[in-house]
T-cell receptor
């Protein structure tokens, strides 16, 4: 079962920053926070992940609360190509040793030109 | 390098039939996972294979089975198809099995419609 809570949808204007929130109040100490996104008619793609510290890459930034019970994915300048469903996923070790991704419904981001 | 490839792209079957979906992982990746995505929902984990062995299974009936070949490609088989099996079936590959920082790379999926 997904252990994260995200808004169903958000809207942004093109070229403005977007902050996508995620609540994960039951996160364990070894859970990594991953973000994937799914563009229309495509499979999901990796965006970013982190454990405790804020992370930056070429696609986005990830801000993690000090208590790790929430995080925010930041797109610094939204483009029309960023319109997608964004999934916040907690990923930790299972008893069987595998590490499947557990997706919720995600946040559908619309970008307005 | 080629990404994850899946075939066929689309498939239409009738209830009770059997279907086989195929996946080729990124070169060098030894782990393949299968996900089912019903319209309007996030993907749901079905199986994970690593080095030709099943290493994880989601909450799916025994009608679903899979295997991984020596070249690390994989097949997902679904028997006795039901209308509710209509979905996008996604394959994902990753380098390792139990590294929860590893990125999973997804293919474009196979759209299965059961009539």
């Amino acid at each position: 079962d997904a252990k994260t809570t995200q808004p169903n949808s958000m809207e942004s204007n093109e070229e403005e920053p977007v902050h996508l929130p995620c609540n994960h109040s039951t996160i364990s100490g070894t859970d990594y926070i991953h973000w994937y996104r799914q563009l229309p008619s495509q499979g999901p793609e990796y965006v970013i992940h982190g454990l405790t510290s804020n992370v930056n890459n070429r696609m986005a930034s990830l801000a993690i609360a000090e208590d790790r019970k929430s995080s925010t994915l930041i797109l610094h300048r939204a483009t029309l190509r960023d319109a997608a469903v964004y999934y916040c996923i907690l990923r930790g070790m299972t008893n069987s040793g595998n590490t499947p991704l557990v997706f919720g419904k995600g946040t559908r981001l619309s970008v307005i030109a | 390098d080629a990404g994850v490839t899946q075939s066929p792209t689309h498939l239409i079957k009738t209830r009770g039939q059997h279907v086989t979906l195929r996946c080729s992982p990124i070169s060098g990746h030894k782990s393949v996972s299968w996900y089912q995505q019903v319209l309007g929902q996030g993907p749901q984990f079905i199986f994970q294979y690593y080095e030709k062995e099943e290493r994880g299974r989601g909450n799916f009936p025994d009608r679903f089975s899979a295997r991984q070949f020596p070249n690390y490609s994989s097949e997902l088989n679904v028997n006795a198809l039901l209308l509710g099996d209509s979905a996008l079936y996604l394959c994902a590959s990753s380098l390792r099995l139990a590294a929860y920082t590893d990125t999973q790379y997804f293919g474009p999926g196979t759209r299965l419609t059961v009539l």
